[in-house]
């Protein structure tokens, strides 16, 4: 699929204002300087992090599941194929 020749055009316009946007923003979020304020980032940052990990743990065994059924399936492929030759 080929993309419009302007959408690299579009894209670095929408950067460019992004950057000057952001640019005019205050210096400080209001939200942020409260929680580091009262001790409790490290209770979002802890929560943060257990979700990542969660997410990583659960997508390592995914994927050694479904290598364990590829492996299956290969191998019932290939007695298949076996009987059939014979």
Do not use: C, H
Not at 7 to 21: G, R, W
Not at 29 to 49: C, N, P, S, T
Not at 58 to 73: P, T
């Amino acid at each position: 699929m080929r993309l419009p020749s302007r959408l690299p055009y579009l894209l670095a316009t929408l950067l460019l204002l992004s950057q000057n946007l952001m640019a005019q923003q205050p210096n400080g979020i209001e939200m942020a300087d409260r929680l580091r304020a009262d001790g409790k980032i490290w209770v979002v940052v802890a929560v943060i992090a257990v979700v990542f990990a969660g997410i990583i743990i659960y997508l390592i065994r995914l994927d050694r599941q479904i290598g364990k059924l590829e492996k299956d399936v290969k191998e019932q492929t290939r007695k298949e194929q076996g009987v059939k030759l014979s």
